[in-house]
Each structure stands twice: as structure tokens, then as C-alpha cells.
């Protein structure tokens, strides 16, 4: 590819500062996606049409933990529609049938689905599982609501968001992702519930067993109220919960008989339009334990009541002003009276929670989870690598030799920490190896070399672009976790050759790249295919991407989810680039960057989102480059798109949708914007096709 040329309720308050992402913020504070363990096997059901059963796995049958678990008001725990039929929903009509059904169901959400009319909540009756399948089940436009007497309802891994009406404090629309109103033994478990009309969730008129976990809850005004009764009979449990970018209700706990919030994340994020005016809220009569919680940036962090009580223990407070109170007159209590849990370290909740909140495309938090994992694990071939000698190989080109041909199942190089200064290469003879780092973060295993295209090849020649990755993987079913990947070529001492270097070259369908970091700068992650007929589908997720010129580019089906895209200045200190250059063969999908930060220490206005990379001017191509939901700093052009080779960007496929940020604009000729009809049709799990990655 070609160089470049040249009272806690108060007002809502906007707040805007320029964001600054350079690479050791990236890597630290803003957005720090830290890897976290894997949590248990999901997504593994296989697909099957609305109408039909099968037997539940055990992501499935998952029961609650914490006041959820306990026995009471006639009901022995909470584990949803584990007795009954387990169906797969992609329509509305599917999903309000069984939802609302007298008999038990566990429903898997396999599409994004659409509320109408917008606002609609779904009355989901008792003995339900509402869960989504890996990270495809996606409610827009509305939610759920519980009503009175409704019990043992879990609602699990589902990302719930957009019913939002243009008014921040929104008085006429009472659009919730979900409300409870007189309902006992819920579970609400990693989802992501954002950007709605009123309130995320709604836990109202004397609700009760109620277990709130891994959550991830923003972009809205109220994000989790409990109240609305005088009576206080209430015990809820709130833990490992992420709250940020929103202003109040986080929660909000109001006559609680006993209100347990432990490892949850507060976070007032620096950049954005909201601030929220409190944190954690005991409000009324509530009698609130308050655990290694850890409270970023937030005025009035913890907020009682002169009528409630509240107890704090090994709370963490980074960068926090105004109330921090506890105290109160209610009797003490301890949560392991009645039930049993586990704390995490306050210092480690934010990484955790930025990692593991929201729907996963693994996930599991019960006994019967954990075992599936653990079975799997046990069930894979694991061959280690060690610099030092303590493995079985000292190089992982080494490990990769010794996986067989064709091997049937899954083979896992763990690598111990170091810097490992070599090619990699997985041939396409060796399907469904992980290379996997063993540190405790991704920075400790390093994989790096220094070839570009133009460097001599030790038997004659050169090196073309994709030949010159430092890790080049044309195997099926390939993982990659935990780790980083680089290519460190010096392209200012070697001005002679071009400035071509991969880091990492995937020509494979099903690639899994989970937690890791892709450094470099010119052309740093290649997401090819095998050949132009062939698909090749590419999911990168809690991950960093490092370049500056075309560095996320190639021919497959690739989505960079949830991940931190870092802008780069030039070898020569100039900021100038491309993030994109897609070469998308005609009828298939390109490259979706879908909740991503793209910033760096760069000059504003400096970088283009994507050019079209027309492979060896083939005019049959039809690149695709599409950027959604995510956030976009100064340095992004105001028309962030640009022709490449003689082709013009206008005649291929390049859209945003959504973006937010300093970076962000709104719908011109130069701009183009998808509608929101368009953008149901461009999520994640429209690229994959069908292919839901799962940790192994």
C-alpha cells in the first residue's frame, strides 16, 4: 500500500474537555480494558428457530446469587426458565409470545430487535430466562417490565439501549430498560443498558430479591432508582456493576430493608457532557452496607440521609469532592447472615469491571459455569513457552511447530512473560490454536519483530506487505489473548525501503483476538482472507490497535469491539494518517469499529477515518469501512473520509453512526450517516454472520 502524502438532585451541568489519548493514557486510564480471567462458557447453544426446543446448557440454567439466591415469599432462589423449553427469538413477535407466556422459558435473543412502538417495555411473566446469545442479543427502542407478584425472572447478557427522545430529563416519556414494580427474585446480570428515555432500571413499589450484577450502565440521566413506597421490606443486592456517564440514580435507594452494594464502579468520566451531581444514595429509611466500591471523579460520592444508615468498608475515593458520609441509627447487619459472597480488592475493581461488565460472549458466574470452563480447559492440549527454559519451548514458533496437522481440537500455547524477538507463523494445516499470554497483564508477553516490505528475505529477495508480519495466521479457528504483538521497524533509519511493517497478518475465518494489543505504525493489522472468494471473519474485542497510516486494513469481515484505537505521530514527528483502508470484495461486509475510543497524542484534525484500498486497482471491490457508537477525538477530520489510487471513497461503502466526541459531526455530503433502520442491519452480530467467538 501506498505512503500518505504530505440536595444531591441538582441541574444538570454539560461539561467539555478535549480529550488527550496518547498511548500511556490509553494504556492506563482512559478506557483501560483490562484483560480479565475468562468467566465460563456461553454462547455454545445451537441455533434453532423460534418454535423449537432443546435441552438448556448451562449457561442457561444459571441460578442468582446474593439476595436473589434466597429462599423466601414461596420461591426457593431465582433461576428463571431453567424447567421449561429453551427457544431462540430473532423477531419482537417472538420474544413478547414467549416472554409473556404463563409456562416457563428460557429465551435466547439471537438479533437485535427492534420496540414497536418506541418505548415499548414487554410484561414478561414468572419463570423466565431472557438471555442473549454471545453478544448478538441486542433490545432497542425499549425494554421489560415486571409487575406485581411477578417472580423468579432472570434477565441476562443483553445489550438494552436507544429509546432515548432528545430530552435529558425527560418527563413525558417513561421509557425504562427496565422496570420492576412489585415483582421478588430477579436477577439482572451482565448487561449493557444505556441511552434511554428515563430510567435503566427501575426497581419500584416494594420490589425484593433482587440481585443487580456486572452491569454496565451510561449514557443516560438516571441510571438505577429504587423506591417509589413508603413501606421498607426490601433486600437487594447491587455488586460489580460499571456506572458512568450518568447524572443521577447511581443508584438512588430509597426505604431499603437491606441494600448490599459491594464492588461496583463509579465513574465521572472526564471528556464528556455529563456530570453526575451524586454516587451511591441511601435515601429514606434505608439500611445500606456499602463494600469495596471503588468512586472515580464524583461529587458527593456517598449520600445519606439523616433518616437512613449506612455502613462503609474499604471503600476506594480517586479524585472525589463533597459528601462522603456514613453513620445513621439502624441496626447493624451482615449480608453473609444471608448469603454467602466474595469480595474483590477495591484497587482492582476497575479494571475488573471495565473488562468483564456487559454481555460476553463468554461468560458464567455460577458452580455450574465454572465446571463447564473448567471441563473444556482440562479437555484442550496446553503447551508452554519460556524464554528462560521453564516451558517446554523457549520459543512459540516452536510450540506451533509441535501442534500435529489437522489437529481436531483445540491446542493452547500459554506464554510466560517476556519479550519473545521472532516470526510467527500459525499455516492453515493447524486450526484452533490460542497463543495466550500467562502475565498478569497484556503488556507482559511481547511477541515483536522488525521486517517491511522491502526488507532482504535471508534466502534472496524481499518481503512483501503481508509477508512481513511478525505473527501471520492463516489456521481457522485461531485465538489470540492477553498478550501484545508489535512490529518495531525503524522506519526513519531505513527511508530506502517502504514503510510497510505488520504486526499481525490474519488470512483465517473465526480469528478471536481478546485482550491483546497490535502495535506499529504504517499497515499494523492486516485482516485479510485467504483468497478473494474466500470469508474470513475477524472479532476483536477489549483490545488496542497502535498506528498511523492505513494500520487497520485488508479484505475480511472484521469488527474492532469495544476496544481503544490509538493514534500515532509520523517517524518524522508529523500527524497525518488513515485508520482504515478496507479492500472489501463486492456483496460481503468490511470493517465495523463499533463503542471504540480513536484518539492519540496527534494534531487535531490530522487523521482520516478510511480510504478505499482497491488492491491492485481492482474496480470489483466495494470497501467498507463503518464507525459506530464510538468516540472520536479532535484529531479526526471534519470530513473524515478521503479517495486512495484514483478511487473515490463516495463510491464504496463508508458511514458513521452515533459517534460522540470532539472528533464527531453531524450528517453532511462529506459525512454520510446511517439512519437508525440502516444502522439495526450493521451490528456485531450481523458481520459475524452467525459465528458467535467463545473463549477456549
Known amino acids: 500500500m501506498s505512503d500518505i502524502s504530505g440536595s444531591p438532585r441538582r441541574r444538570h451541568r454539560k461539561r467539555r474537555k478535549a480529550l488527550a489519548l496518547g498511548v500511556p493514557l490509553t494504556l492506563t486510564a482512559a478506557g483501560a480494558l483490562a484483560y480479565g480471567t475468562d468467566l465460563g462458557a456461553f454462547g455454545s447453544a445451537v441455533q434453532h428457530t423460534a418454535s423449537a426446543a432443546t435441552a438448556a446448557p448451562a449457561w442457561a440454567t444459571a441460578s442468582a446469587d446474593g439476595f436473589a439466591s434466597v429462599d423466601a415469599l414461596g420461591q426457593n432462589g431465582t433461576y428463571g426458565g431453567r424447567n421449561g423449553k429453551t427457544v431462540t427469538v430473532k423477531t419482537l ?7 409473556t407466556a404463563s409456562e416457563p422459558y428460557v429465551i435466547v435473543v439471537a438479533a437485535t430487535i427492534t420496540m414497536n412502538p418506541v418505548g415499548k417495555e414487554i410484561k414478561v411473566q414468572s419463570d423466565k430466562t431472557i ?62 443498558i444505556r441511552h434511554m428515555a428515563d430510567g435503566l432500571i427501575d426497581s419500584r413499589k416494594d420490589t425484593t430479591y433482587l440481585t443487580v450484577s456486572w452491569n454496565k450502565l451510561s449514557q443516560d440521566n438516571k441510571a438505577f432508582g429504587i423506591g417509589w413506597t413508603a413501606n421498607v421490606t426490601a433486600d437487594i443486592t447491587i ?84 459528601k462522603n458520609e456514613s453513620g445513621g441509627s439502624g441496626a447493624a447487619w451482615n449480608p453473609k447472615t444471608y448469603y454467602p459472597y466474595t469480595l474483590d480488592k477495591a484497587a482492582d475493581v476497575p479494571a475488573l469491571l471495565k473488562s468483564g461488565t ?37 520459543t512459540v514458533q516452536a510450540a506451533v511447530n509441535a501442534v500435529p496437522a489437522n489437529n481436531p481440537s483445540r491446542v493452547v500455547i500459554a506464554v510466560k512473560p517476556g519479550t519473545y524477538r521472532e516470526l510467527v507463523k500459525v499455516p492453515s494445516n493447524k486450526p484452533h490454536v490460542t497463543i495466550q499470554g500467562t502475565g498478569g497483564s497484556r503488556k507482559d508477553t511481547t511477541i515483536v519483530y522488525n521486517n517491511a516490505s522491502g526488507t532482504p528475505k535471508p534466502g534472496g529477495g524481499t518481503y512483501g506487505t503481508g509477508g512481513s508480519a511478525t505473527v501471520a495466521v492463516d489456521a481457522d479457528d485461531f485465538q489470540a489473548r492477553n498478550l501484545t504483538v508489535s512490529n518495531d521497524f525503524d522506519e526513519g533509519a531505513h527511508q530506502d525501503i517502504a514503510g510497510q511493517a505488520v504486526a499481525l497478518r490474519t488470512s483465517a475465518d473465526k480469528v478471536f483476538l481478546d485482550g491483546i494489543i497490535v502495535s506499529g505504525d504504517q499497515d499494523t493489522l492486516l485482516v485479510d482472507t485467504a483468497s478473494k472468494d474466500k470469508l474470513g471473519r475477524v472479532y476483536m474485542t477489549n483490545s488496542y490497535v497502535i ?39 463486492a456483496g460481503r461486509k468490511g470493517i465495523l469499529i463499533a463503542d471504540t475510543t480513536i484518539g492519540g497524542d496527534v494534531s487535531d484534525r490530522s487523521f482520516y477515518l478510511g480510504r478505499p484500498w482497491h488492491a491492485g486497482g481492482d474496480a470489483s471491490l466495494d470497501p467498507q469501512a463503518t464507525v459506530r457508537n464510538s468516540t472520536l477525538s479532535a484529531a479526526i477530520r471534519t470530513a473524515p473520509w478521503t479517495d ?22 453531524a450528517a453532511s455530503t462529506e459525512r454520510p450517516q446511517l439512519s437508525d433502520a440502516q444502522a439495526a442491519g450493521q451490528e456485531v452480530v450481523d458481520w459475524l454472520g452467525g459465528w458467535i467467538p467463545s473463549a477456549s
Open 644 to 665: 486512495m489510487s484514483g478511487f473515490s471513497w463516495k463510491d464504496d461503502r463508508f458511514a458513521e453512526y452515533r459517534n460522540k466526541g470532539a472528533g464527531a459531526g
Open 93 to 99: 413477535a417472538d420474544l413478547e409470545k414467549y416472554a
Open 131 to 192: 438471555v442473549g446469545s454471545g453478544t448478538s442479543g441486542q433490545i432497542v427502542g425499549g425494554g421489560f417490565f415486571l409487575g406485581q407478584g411477578v417472580h423468579n425472572v432472570i434477565i441476562r447478557n443483553l445489550t438494552i439501549r436507544d429509546a432515548y427522545q432528545g430530552v435529558w430529563n425527560d418527563k413525558e416519556h417513561d421509557f425504562d430498560g427496565i422496570q420492576m414494580d412489585g415483582a421478588h427474585h430477579v436477577w439482572i446480570d451482565h448487561n449493557d
Open 547 to 585: 498506528g498511523n497510516v492505513d494500520f487497520i486494513f485488508g479484505r475480511a469481515t472484521a469488527v474492532i469491539d469495544k476496544s481503544v484505537i490509538t493514534l500515532k505521530k509520523r517517524f518524522n514527528g508529523t500527524s497525518a494518517g488513515y485508520v482504515t483502508a478496507p479492500s472489501t470484495a
Open 358 to 394: 456487559g454481555p460476553r460472549a463468554s461468560i458464567g458466574t455460577t458452580a455450574a459455569a465454572t465446571t463447564t470452563a473448567t471441563t473444556k480447559a482440562a479437555a484442550a492440549t496446553t503447551l508452554t513457552v519460556a524464554k528462560d527454559g521453564s516451558g517446554q519451548y523457549t
Open 239 to 322: 455488586h460489580h456493576n460499571w456506572v458512568r456517564e450518568t447524572e443521577q440514580r447511581n443508584p438512588s435507594t430509597d426505604n431499603v430493608a437491606h441494600a448490599h452494594l459491594y464492588n461496583n464502579f463509579l465513574e465521572d468520566v472526564a471528556g464528556t457532557d455529563i456530570k453526575s451531581s451524586y454516587g451511591n444514595y441511601s435515601r429514606g429509611k434505608t439500611n445500606m452496607v456499602l463494600e469495596n466500591s471503588y468512586f472515580q471523579g464524583m461529587t458527593d460520592p456517598v449520600v445519606r440521609d439523616t433518616t437512613a444508615t449506612l455502613v462503609q468498608r474499604g471503600n476506594m475515593f480517586s479524585g472525589t469532592s463533597g
